[in-house]
Protein backbone atom coordinates (compact mmCIF):
# COMPACT_ATOMS: atom_id res chain seq x y z
CA UNK A 1 0.00 0.00 0.00
CA UNK A 2 3.23 2.58 0.37
CA UNK A 3 3.45 2.38 -3.54
CA UNK A 4 1.89 5.36 -5.06
CA UNK A 5 -0.73 4.59 -7.81
CA UNK A 6 -0.13 5.67 -11.75
CA UNK A 7 -1.73 8.41 -12.33
CA UNK A 8 -3.33 9.45 -15.64
CA UNK A 9 -2.58 11.90 -18.34
CA UNK A 10 -4.60 14.41 -20.16
CA UNK A 11 -4.90 11.87 -23.11
CA UNK A 12 -5.68 8.86 -21.07
CA UNK A 13 -2.53 7.29 -20.55
CA UNK A 14 -1.08 6.41 -17.73
CA UNK A 15 1.95 8.99 -16.63
CA UNK A 16 4.44 6.92 -15.48
CA UNK A 17 6.55 8.18 -11.86
CA UNK A 18 9.83 9.82 -12.22
CA UNK A 19 12.75 7.90 -11.18
CA UNK A 20 13.40 9.17 -8.14
CA UNK A 21 9.24 8.65 -7.42
CA UNK A 22 9.99 4.85 -8.17
CA UNK A 23 13.09 4.24 -6.11
CA UNK A 24 11.30 5.72 -3.16
CA UNK A 25 8.27 3.56 -3.45
CA UNK A 26 10.46 0.33 -3.85
CA UNK A 27 12.22 1.61 -0.41
CA UNK A 28 8.95 2.76 1.29
CA UNK A 29 7.73 -0.60 0.60
CA UNK A 30 10.69 -2.76 2.01
CA UNK A 31 11.78 -0.24 4.52
CA UNK A 32 8.52 1.78 5.71
CA UNK A 33 10.17 5.33 4.89
CA UNK A 34 7.10 7.39 4.67
CA UNK A 35 5.73 6.93 8.06
CA UNK A 36 8.73 7.84 9.36
CA UNK A 37 9.69 10.41 6.64
CA UNK A 38 6.15 12.33 7.63
CA UNK A 39 7.05 11.90 11.72
CA UNK A 40 10.29 13.21 11.69
CA UNK A 41 10.94 15.54 8.84
CA UNK A 42 8.49 17.69 9.90
CA UNK A 43 9.96 17.91 13.87
CA UNK A 44 9.85 21.43 15.37
CA UNK A 45 12.50 22.93 16.59
CA UNK A 46 13.37 26.35 18.58
CA UNK A 47 14.84 29.05 16.81
CA UNK A 48 16.94 30.22 19.73
CA UNK A 49 20.78 31.44 18.99
CA UNK A 50 22.23 29.46 21.84
CA UNK A 51 20.98 25.86 20.75
CA UNK A 52 23.78 26.67 17.36
CA UNK A 53 26.24 26.19 20.49
CA UNK A 54 25.88 21.95 20.04
CA UNK A 55 25.88 22.88 16.19
CA UNK A 56 29.06 24.23 16.29
CA UNK A 57 30.48 21.01 18.20
CA UNK A 58 29.24 19.08 15.65
CA UNK A 59 30.54 20.70 12.75
CA UNK A 60 33.92 20.70 14.22
CA UNK A 61 33.67 16.66 14.69
CA UNK A 62 33.32 16.55 11.11
CA UNK A 63 36.05 19.00 10.04
CA UNK A 64 38.26 16.95 12.45
CA UNK A 65 37.83 13.94 10.96
CA UNK A 66 37.59 15.11 7.71
CA UNK A 67 40.92 16.52 7.76
CA UNK A 68 42.16 13.74 9.91
CA UNK A 69 41.48 11.28 6.97
CA UNK A 70 43.64 13.50 5.10
CA UNK A 71 46.59 13.96 7.41
CA UNK A 72 46.77 10.48 8.16
CA UNK A 73 47.78 9.28 4.95
CA UNK A 74 51.25 11.40 5.04
CA UNK A 75 51.76 10.75 8.70
CA UNK A 76 53.96 8.19 9.58
CA UNK A 77 53.82 6.90 13.33
CA UNK A 78 57.19 5.83 14.26
CA UNK A 79 59.66 6.08 16.76
CA UNK A 80 62.54 5.11 14.86
CA UNK A 81 65.29 7.51 14.72
CA UNK A 82 66.66 8.99 11.35
CA UNK A 83 68.42 12.00 10.12
CA UNK A 84 66.67 15.15 8.22
CA UNK A 85 67.45 16.38 5.09
CA UNK A 86 64.33 18.34 3.55
CA UNK A 87 63.10 21.34 2.86
CA UNK A 88 63.23 23.40 6.56
CA UNK A 89 67.32 23.73 5.86
CA UNK A 90 67.52 24.53 9.96
CA UNK A 91 66.75 21.15 10.67
CA UNK A 92 68.85 19.80 8.73
CA UNK A 93 71.62 16.88 9.50
CA UNK A 94 69.42 17.11 12.83
CA UNK A 95 68.78 13.67 14.40
CA UNK A 96 65.08 13.16 15.00
CA UNK A 97 62.19 10.67 15.16
CA UNK A 98 60.57 9.85 12.21
CA UNK A 99 56.94 10.86 13.27
CA UNK A 100 58.58 14.39 13.35
CA UNK A 101 59.74 13.80 10.09
CA UNK A 102 56.47 13.06 8.40
CA UNK A 103 55.58 15.80 10.41
CA UNK A 104 57.66 18.61 8.75
CA UNK A 105 56.94 16.89 5.09
CA UNK A 106 53.20 17.35 5.63
CA UNK A 107 53.82 21.07 6.23
CA UNK A 108 56.52 21.87 3.93
CA UNK A 109 56.26 19.46 1.09
CA UNK A 110 52.26 17.89 0.77
CA UNK A 111 50.06 20.26 -0.97
CA UNK A 112 48.41 22.01 1.49
CA UNK A 113 49.83 19.92 4.21
CA UNK A 114 50.11 23.32 6.54
CA UNK A 115 46.73 24.24 6.10
CA UNK A 116 45.53 20.78 6.53
CA UNK A 117 47.51 20.57 10.07
CA UNK A 118 46.03 23.97 11.05
CA UNK A 119 42.60 23.52 10.22
CA UNK A 120 42.68 20.27 12.32
CA UNK A 121 44.17 22.18 15.40
CA UNK A 122 41.80 24.82 15.46
CA UNK A 123 39.10 22.38 14.66
CA UNK A 124 39.74 20.55 17.82
CA UNK A 125 40.19 23.63 20.33
CA UNK A 126 37.02 24.82 18.84
CA UNK A 127 35.58 21.65 19.01
CA UNK A 128 36.53 21.41 23.12
CA UNK A 129 35.22 25.32 23.55
CA UNK A 130 31.88 24.69 21.83
CA UNK A 131 31.14 21.23 24.14
CA UNK A 132 32.61 23.58 27.26
CA UNK A 133 30.40 26.27 26.42
CA UNK A 134 27.25 24.09 25.08
CA UNK A 135 26.98 21.70 28.53
CA UNK A 136 27.48 25.47 30.57
CA UNK A 137 24.49 26.33 28.22
CA UNK A 138 22.64 23.23 29.26
CA UNK A 139 23.80 23.53 32.64
CA UNK A 140 22.17 26.65 33.59
CA UNK A 141 18.98 27.03 32.00
CA UNK A 142 18.51 23.17 33.59
CA UNK A 143 17.86 21.41 30.33
CA UNK A 144 19.60 17.69 32.40
CA UNK A 145 16.65 17.70 34.08
CA UNK A 146 14.39 14.53 33.34
CA UNK A 147 14.15 13.30 30.79
CA UNK A 148 17.76 14.46 29.48
CA UNK A 149 20.25 13.41 32.26
CA UNK A 150 21.56 10.44 30.10
CA UNK A 151 22.10 12.82 26.80
CA UNK A 152 24.41 14.62 29.86
CA UNK A 153 26.44 11.99 30.80
CA UNK A 154 26.92 11.20 26.70
CA UNK A 155 27.65 14.78 25.94
CA UNK A 156 29.91 14.65 29.37
CA UNK A 157 31.53 12.11 27.81
CA UNK A 158 32.26 13.42 24.65
CA UNK A 159 34.27 16.25 26.20
CA UNK A 160 36.21 14.04 29.01
CA UNK A 161 37.24 12.01 25.41
CA UNK A 162 37.35 14.89 23.49
CA UNK A 163 40.12 15.79 26.03
CA UNK A 164 42.19 12.67 25.73
CA UNK A 165 41.93 13.08 22.07
CA UNK A 166 43.26 16.51 22.07
CA UNK A 167 46.12 14.97 24.29
CA UNK A 168 47.08 12.23 22.21
CA UNK A 169 46.71 14.08 19.18
CA UNK A 170 48.59 16.98 20.29
CA UNK A 171 51.70 14.18 21.30
CA UNK A 172 52.03 12.55 17.85
CA UNK A 173 54.07 15.17 16.13
CA UNK A 174 56.85 14.31 18.65
CA UNK A 175 58.02 17.68 18.75
CA UNK A 176 59.54 19.74 21.69
CA UNK A 177 56.87 20.95 23.08
CA UNK A 178 54.55 18.05 23.12
CA UNK A 179 57.09 15.85 24.39
CA UNK A 180 57.35 18.35 27.35
CA UNK A 181 53.55 17.60 27.79
CA UNK A 182 54.02 13.89 27.79
CA UNK A 183 56.81 14.01 30.03
CA UNK A 184 54.42 16.08 32.26
CA UNK A 185 51.79 13.00 31.67
CA UNK A 186 54.36 10.51 32.61
CA UNK A 187 55.47 12.23 35.51
CA UNK A 188 51.67 12.77 37.01
CA UNK A 189 51.19 8.57 35.97
CA UNK A 190 54.30 7.96 38.35
CA UNK A 191 52.93 9.52 41.36
CA UNK A 192 50.34 6.72 41.23
CA UNK A 193 50.68 5.18 44.38
CA UNK A 194 51.72 0.99 44.37
CA UNK A 195 51.12 1.20 40.72
CA UNK A 196 52.34 3.90 39.15
CA UNK A 197 55.54 2.68 37.84
CA UNK A 198 53.96 -0.24 36.36
CA UNK A 199 51.63 1.73 34.47
CA UNK A 200 54.46 4.03 32.90
CA UNK A 201 56.30 0.93 31.69
CA UNK A 202 53.01 -0.70 29.81
CA UNK A 203 52.58 2.50 28.78
CA UNK A 204 56.14 3.60 27.31
CA UNK A 205 57.25 0.20 26.64
CA UNK A 206 59.93 0.56 29.15
CA UNK A 207 61.96 3.61 29.88
CA UNK A 208 60.55 6.65 29.36
CA UNK A 209 60.38 8.25 26.56
CA UNK A 210 60.60 5.06 24.85
CA UNK A 211 60.01 3.97 20.94
CA UNK A 212 56.35 2.84 21.65
CA UNK A 213 54.56 5.60 22.96
CA UNK A 214 53.49 7.40 19.49
CA UNK A 215 52.91 3.94 17.38
CA UNK A 216 50.37 2.93 20.66
CA UNK A 217 49.00 7.12 20.75
CA UNK A 218 48.50 6.84 16.61
CA UNK A 219 45.50 4.17 16.54
CA UNK A 220 44.04 5.38 19.82
CA UNK A 221 43.81 8.86 18.52
CA UNK A 222 42.79 8.03 14.58
CA UNK A 223 40.55 4.65 15.58
CA UNK A 224 39.51 3.95 19.04
CA UNK A 225 38.48 7.58 20.39
CA UNK A 226 37.41 9.00 17.38
CA UNK A 227 34.88 5.77 16.81
CA UNK A 228 33.66 6.04 20.33
CA UNK A 229 32.93 9.39 19.76
CA UNK A 230 31.34 8.75 16.68
CA UNK A 231 28.81 6.36 18.30
CA UNK A 232 28.64 9.00 21.23
CA UNK A 233 27.56 11.42 18.59
CA UNK A 234 24.78 9.72 16.76
CA UNK A 235 23.56 8.59 20.30
CA UNK A 236 23.36 11.87 21.53
CA UNK A 237 21.64 12.97 18.83
CA UNK A 238 19.05 9.98 18.64
CA UNK A 239 18.17 11.25 22.25
CA UNK A 240 17.81 15.05 20.90
CA UNK A 241 15.21 13.71 18.28
CA UNK A 242 13.60 11.63 20.67
CA UNK A 243 13.27 13.58 24.18
CA UNK A 244 12.55 16.73 21.07
CA UNK A 245 14.42 20.50 22.14
CA UNK A 246 13.71 22.53 25.16
CA UNK A 247 13.06 25.84 24.92
CA UNK A 248 12.84 28.98 26.73
CA UNK A 249 9.86 30.46 28.33
CA UNK A 250 7.41 32.04 26.29
CA UNK A 251 3.66 32.54 25.29
CA UNK A 252 2.66 29.16 23.75
CA UNK A 253 5.18 27.19 24.85
CA UNK A 254 4.50 24.41 27.61
CA UNK A 255 5.80 21.21 28.79
CA UNK A 256 3.53 19.18 26.00
CA UNK A 257 4.04 22.17 22.65
CA UNK A 258 7.33 23.40 20.89
CA UNK A 259 7.40 26.55 19.27
CA UNK A 260 9.65 26.99 16.35
CA UNK A 261 10.82 25.97 12.61
CA UNK A 262 10.21 22.72 10.87
CA UNK A 263 13.20 20.09 10.40
CA UNK A 264 12.38 20.03 6.53
CA UNK A 265 13.40 22.17 4.96
CA UNK A 266 14.17 25.60 7.00
CA UNK A 267 16.03 24.08 9.75
CA UNK A 268 18.18 21.75 6.88
CA UNK A 269 18.66 24.71 5.15
CA UNK A 270 20.28 26.76 8.27
CA UNK A 271 21.58 24.17 9.54
CA UNK A 272 23.57 23.00 5.92
CA UNK A 273 24.63 27.13 6.12
CA UNK A 274 26.05 27.08 9.45
CA UNK A 275 28.36 24.08 8.57
CA UNK A 276 29.97 26.26 5.76
CA UNK A 277 30.44 29.09 7.70
CA UNK A 278 31.73 26.94 10.84
CA UNK A 279 34.19 25.18 7.86
CA UNK A 280 34.98 28.71 6.30
CA UNK A 281 35.98 30.81 9.71
CA UNK A 282 37.81 27.43 10.63
CA UNK A 283 39.83 27.78 7.52
CA UNK A 284 40.64 31.33 7.34
CA UNK A 285 41.93 30.45 10.78
CA UNK A 286 44.25 27.86 10.11
CA UNK A 287 45.09 30.38 6.89
CA UNK A 288 45.60 33.25 8.75
CA UNK A 289 46.84 32.34 12.59
CA UNK A 290 49.58 30.05 13.05
CA UNK A 291 49.73 27.57 15.66
CA UNK A 292 51.67 24.36 17.03
CA UNK A 293 54.73 25.76 14.54
CA UNK A 294 56.57 22.37 15.35
CA UNK A 295 59.37 23.31 13.30
CA UNK A 296 60.27 26.03 15.35
CA UNK A 297 60.83 23.83 18.22
CA UNK A 298 63.07 21.50 16.95
CA UNK A 299 62.25 17.36 17.65
CA UNK A 300 61.79 16.12 21.11
CA UNK A 301 64.62 15.40 23.79
CA UNK A 302 64.75 14.33 27.15
CA UNK A 303 67.59 16.51 28.34
CA UNK A 304 65.69 19.86 27.15
CA UNK A 305 62.59 21.73 27.70
CA UNK A 306 60.91 24.35 25.54
CA UNK A 307 60.74 27.89 27.33
CA UNK A 308 57.20 29.08 27.94
CA UNK A 309 55.82 25.37 26.79
CA UNK A 310 51.78 25.12 27.15
CA UNK A 311 49.62 22.92 26.84
CA UNK A 312 46.45 23.59 24.86
CA UNK A 313 43.97 25.16 26.97
CA UNK A 314 41.64 22.64 27.92
CA UNK A 315 44.42 21.11 29.38
CA UNK A 316 45.63 24.41 31.60
CA UNK A 317 43.14 23.68 34.18
CA UNK A 318 45.49 20.18 35.19
CA UNK A 319 48.43 21.72 35.00
CA UNK A 320 47.57 24.54 36.99
CA UNK A 321 46.85 21.93 39.36
CA UNK A 322 50.17 20.48 39.37
CA UNK A 323 51.59 24.01 39.36
CA UNK A 324 50.76 25.72 42.25
CA UNK A 325 50.61 22.18 44.67
CA UNK A 326 53.44 22.45 47.00
CA UNK A 327 55.95 19.69 46.65
CA UNK A 328 54.71 17.35 49.56
CA UNK A 329 56.14 14.29 50.28
CA UNK A 330 55.84 11.28 52.04
CA UNK A 331 59.09 8.73 52.82
CA UNK A 332 57.82 5.43 54.23
CA UNK A 333 59.04 1.61 54.13
CA UNK A 334 61.45 2.39 51.33
CA UNK A 335 58.54 4.42 49.03
CA UNK A 336 58.34 7.56 48.08
CA UNK A 337 54.09 9.06 47.91
CA UNK A 338 54.46 12.47 45.82
CA UNK A 339 51.37 13.84 47.18
CA UNK A 340 52.14 17.21 45.01
CA UNK A 341 51.76 15.97 42.05
CA UNK A 342 49.26 12.86 43.27
CA UNK A 343 46.37 15.25 44.71
CA UNK A 344 46.06 17.53 41.81
CA UNK A 345 46.49 14.79 39.52
CA UNK A 346 43.38 12.42 41.04
CA UNK A 347 41.60 16.42 41.89
CA UNK A 348 40.88 16.66 38.01
CA UNK A 349 39.07 13.48 37.01
CA UNK A 350 37.04 13.81 40.17
CA UNK A 351 36.19 17.39 39.79
CA UNK A 352 35.14 16.38 36.02
CA UNK A 353 33.06 13.37 38.29
CA UNK A 354 31.21 15.97 40.23
CA UNK A 355 30.47 17.79 36.78
CA UNK A 356 28.97 14.63 34.78
CA UNK A 357 26.81 13.08 38.16
CA UNK A 358 25.07 16.75 38.81
CA UNK A 359 21.78 15.83 37.20
CA UNK A 360 21.40 12.85 39.61
CA UNK A 361 22.45 14.40 42.35
CA UNK A 362 19.80 17.61 41.48
CA UNK A 363 17.31 14.99 41.12
CA UNK A 364 17.84 13.19 44.61
CA UNK A 365 18.01 16.48 46.42
CA UNK A 366 14.92 18.22 44.68
CA UNK A 367 12.83 14.43 44.71
CA UNK A 368 11.65 15.83 41.36
CA UNK A 369 10.41 13.22 39.09
CA UNK A 370 8.44 15.52 36.08
CA UNK A 371 9.53 15.76 32.82
CA UNK A 372 11.37 19.41 32.09
CA UNK A 373 10.92 20.68 28.53
CA UNK A 374 11.03 24.43 29.14
CA UNK A 375 14.36 26.03 30.51
CA UNK A 376 15.09 27.82 33.49
CA UNK A 377 16.30 31.40 33.78
CA UNK A 378 19.79 31.12 35.76
CA UNK A 379 18.26 33.93 37.88
CA UNK A 380 15.41 31.90 38.96
CA UNK A 381 18.13 28.54 40.15
CA UNK A 382 20.44 31.13 41.96
CA UNK A 383 22.26 28.20 44.00
CA UNK A 384 22.73 25.80 40.67
CA UNK A 385 24.18 29.02 38.87
CA UNK A 386 26.70 29.90 41.57
CA UNK A 387 27.81 26.80 41.59
CA UNK A 388 28.54 26.93 37.91
CA UNK A 389 29.94 30.50 37.87
CA UNK A 390 31.96 29.18 40.80
CA UNK A 391 33.70 26.40 38.89
CA UNK A 392 34.31 28.79 35.67
CA UNK A 393 35.99 31.07 38.04
CA UNK A 394 38.15 28.35 39.46
CA UNK A 395 38.68 26.86 35.81
CA UNK A 396 39.72 30.43 35.03
CA UNK A 397 42.07 30.49 38.32
CA UNK A 398 43.93 26.98 37.52
CA UNK A 399 44.51 28.38 33.86
CA UNK A 400 46.48 31.26 35.18
CA UNK A 401 48.29 28.72 37.56
CA UNK A 402 49.07 26.61 34.78
CA UNK A 403 50.96 29.61 32.67
CA UNK A 404 52.82 31.36 35.66
CA UNK A 405 55.70 31.14 33.53
CA UNK A 406 54.36 33.39 30.58
CA UNK A 407 52.27 35.46 32.98
CA UNK A 408 55.43 36.80 35.09
CA UNK A 409 57.55 36.75 32.08
CA UNK A 410 54.80 39.18 29.99
CA UNK A 411 53.49 41.10 33.09
CA UNK A 412 57.23 41.23 34.49
CA UNK A 413 55.89 39.55 37.70
CA UNK A 414 57.26 37.04 40.24
CA UNK A 415 56.46 33.39 39.69
CA UNK A 416 56.55 33.35 43.65
CA UNK A 417 53.86 35.81 43.74
CA UNK A 418 51.53 34.42 41.03
CA UNK A 419 51.82 30.94 42.46
CA UNK A 420 50.86 31.96 46.21
CA UNK A 421 47.97 34.08 44.59
CA UNK A 422 46.91 30.87 42.47
CA UNK A 423 46.86 28.98 45.86
CA UNK A 424 44.86 31.53 47.71
CA UNK A 425 42.46 32.14 45.47
CA UNK A 426 41.41 28.14 44.40
CA UNK A 427 39.85 28.30 47.82
CA UNK A 428 38.25 31.80 48.05
CA UNK A 429 37.69 33.04 44.50
CA UNK A 430 34.86 30.29 43.69
CA UNK A 431 33.40 30.83 47.22
CA UNK A 432 33.49 34.74 46.59
CA UNK A 433 31.88 34.09 43.00
CA UNK A 434 29.23 31.89 44.64
CA UNK A 435 28.30 34.01 47.15
CA UNK A 436 28.26 37.30 44.32
CA UNK A 437 25.91 35.34 41.81
CA UNK A 438 23.46 33.97 44.45
CA UNK A 439 23.20 38.00 45.18
CA UNK A 440 22.92 38.77 41.40
CA UNK A 441 20.17 36.23 40.94
CA UNK A 442 18.23 37.36 43.79
CA UNK A 443 18.11 40.96 42.38
CA UNK A 444 17.54 40.28 39.44
CA UNK A 445 14.37 38.02 40.67
CA UNK A 446 13.16 41.39 42.91
CA UNK A 447 13.75 43.04 39.35
CA UNK A 448 10.86 40.59 37.73
CA UNK A 449 8.44 40.68 40.58
CA UNK A 450 8.72 44.75 40.25
CA UNK A 451 8.32 44.58 36.30
CA UNK A 452 5.81 42.38 36.79
CA UNK A 453 3.61 44.09 39.15
CA UNK A 454 4.61 47.60 38.39
CA UNK A 455 5.61 47.75 34.30
CA UNK A 456 8.91 48.88 32.70
CA UNK A 457 10.49 52.20 33.62
CA UNK A 458 9.89 54.33 30.89
CA UNK A 459 12.02 57.23 31.62
CA UNK A 460 9.27 59.54 31.22
CA UNK A 461 8.85 62.03 34.11
CA UNK A 462 6.01 63.28 34.78
CA UNK A 463 4.89 66.17 37.40
CA UNK A 464 1.62 65.29 39.67
CA UNK A 465 -0.90 68.33 40.67
CA UNK A 466 0.27 67.91 44.18
CA UNK A 467 4.21 68.74 42.43
CA UNK A 468 5.77 65.35 43.11
CA UNK A 469 7.47 64.34 40.07
CA UNK A 470 7.32 60.61 39.68
CA UNK A 471 8.45 57.76 36.25
CA UNK A 472 5.36 56.98 34.10
CA UNK A 473 5.62 53.02 34.48
CA UNK A 474 4.83 50.89 30.58
CA UNK A 475 2.33 47.77 31.67
CA UNK A 476 3.71 44.77 30.56
CA UNK A 477 1.57 42.13 27.74
CA UNK A 478 0.23 39.33 29.11
CA UNK A 479 2.42 37.34 27.09
CA UNK A 480 5.73 38.91 28.52
CA UNK A 481 4.39 38.87 32.07
CA UNK A 482 3.47 34.84 31.47
CA UNK A 483 7.87 34.59 30.51
CA UNK A 484 8.91 36.08 33.99
CA UNK A 485 6.20 34.09 35.83
CA UNK A 486 5.88 30.58 34.29
CA UNK A 487 8.63 29.17 36.10
CA UNK A 488 8.12 26.80 39.35
CA UNK A 489 9.43 27.59 42.55
CA UNK A 490 9.89 24.06 44.38
CA UNK A 491 9.57 23.31 47.71
CA UNK A 492 12.32 22.22 49.92
CA UNK A 493 12.12 18.27 50.89
CA UNK A 494 12.21 18.45 54.93
CA UNK A 495 12.34 15.49 57.04
CA UNK A 496 9.29 16.95 59.44
CA UNK A 497 9.18 16.35 63.01
CA UNK A 498 11.18 13.15 64.42
CA UNK A 499 8.58 13.02 67.07
CA UNK A 500 5.07 11.42 66.09
CA UNK A 501 1.88 12.48 67.58
CA UNK A 502 2.05 9.44 69.72
CA UNK A 503 5.55 10.67 71.21
CA UNK A 504 7.18 8.33 69.07
CA UNK A 505 11.00 9.21 67.45
CA UNK A 506 11.28 8.55 64.09
CA UNK A 507 14.05 7.24 62.73
CA UNK A 508 16.14 9.38 60.19
CA UNK A 509 18.71 8.56 58.61
CA UNK A 510 21.90 10.36 57.54
CA UNK A 511 21.44 10.64 53.86
CA UNK A 512 17.97 12.00 54.59
CA UNK A 513 19.09 14.96 56.60
CA UNK A 514 21.89 15.52 54.11
CA UNK A 515 18.85 16.03 51.98
CA UNK A 516 17.44 18.41 53.66
CA UNK A 517 19.98 20.38 54.09
CA UNK A 518 21.24 20.39 50.81
CA UNK A 519 17.34 21.03 49.73
CA UNK A 520 17.06 24.20 51.89
CA UNK A 521 20.26 25.22 50.81
CA UNK A 522 18.94 25.07 46.92
CA UNK A 523 15.42 25.89 47.38
CA UNK A 524 15.01 27.50 50.81
CA UNK A 525 13.46 30.76 51.54
CA UNK A 526 16.69 32.84 51.16
CA UNK A 527 17.23 31.21 47.67
CA UNK A 528 14.00 32.36 45.57
CA UNK A 529 12.25 35.50 45.77
CA UNK A 530 8.21 34.63 45.74
CA UNK A 531 6.46 35.31 42.32
CA UNK A 532 3.61 37.94 42.32
CA UNK A 533 0.25 36.37 42.18
CA UNK A 534 -2.22 37.32 40.48
CA UNK A 535 -4.33 39.07 43.78
CA UNK A 536 -1.27 41.23 44.49
CA UNK A 537 -1.26 41.94 40.39
CA UNK A 538 -5.41 43.02 40.50
CA UNK A 539 -5.04 45.02 43.70
CA UNK A 540 -2.22 47.33 42.06
CA UNK A 541 -4.01 47.69 38.71
CA UNK A 542 -7.76 47.89 39.70
CA UNK A 543 -6.33 51.44 41.40
CA UNK A 544 -5.05 54.76 39.36
CA UNK A 545 -0.94 53.74 40.26
CA UNK A 546 1.56 56.12 38.40
CA UNK A 547 4.57 54.15 39.93
Known amino acids: MGARSVEAGRN??????????RLADWADGRLGLYPMAKTNLRKVFPDHWSFMLGEVCLYSFIVLILTGVYLTLFFEPSGIEVVYNGSYEPLNGVIMTRAYEST?????????????RQIHHWAALVFVAGMLVHMMRVFFTGAFRKPREVNWVFGWTLLF???????TGYSLPDDLLSGTGVRFAQGAILSVPVVGTYLSFFLFGGEFPGHDIIPRFFPIHVLLLPGIMLGLVVAHLILVFYHKHTQYPGAGRDQKSVVGMPFMPVYMAKAGGFFFLVF????????????NPVWAFGPYRPDLVTTGAQPDWYLGFSEGLIRVMPGWEINAFGHTLALGVFIPFSLFPLIMLA?????????????????????????NAPTRTGLGVAWLSLYGVLLIGGGNDIVATHLHLSINSITWFVRISFFAVPVLAFVVTRRICMGL???DRDKVLHGRESGTIKRLPDGEFVEVHEPLTQAQRFALTQHDQATPYEVGPLVDANGVTRRVGPSRKLRARLARAMYGPDTQIPKPTAEEYRELTSEDHHH
Open 12 to 21: GRPVQPAKGE
Open 104 to 116: LDISFDVRGGLLI
Open 161 to 167: LGIITGL
Open 280 to 291: GVLSMMGAIATV
Open 355 to 379: IGVYPFIESWITGDTREHHILDRPR
Open 445 to 447: QRR
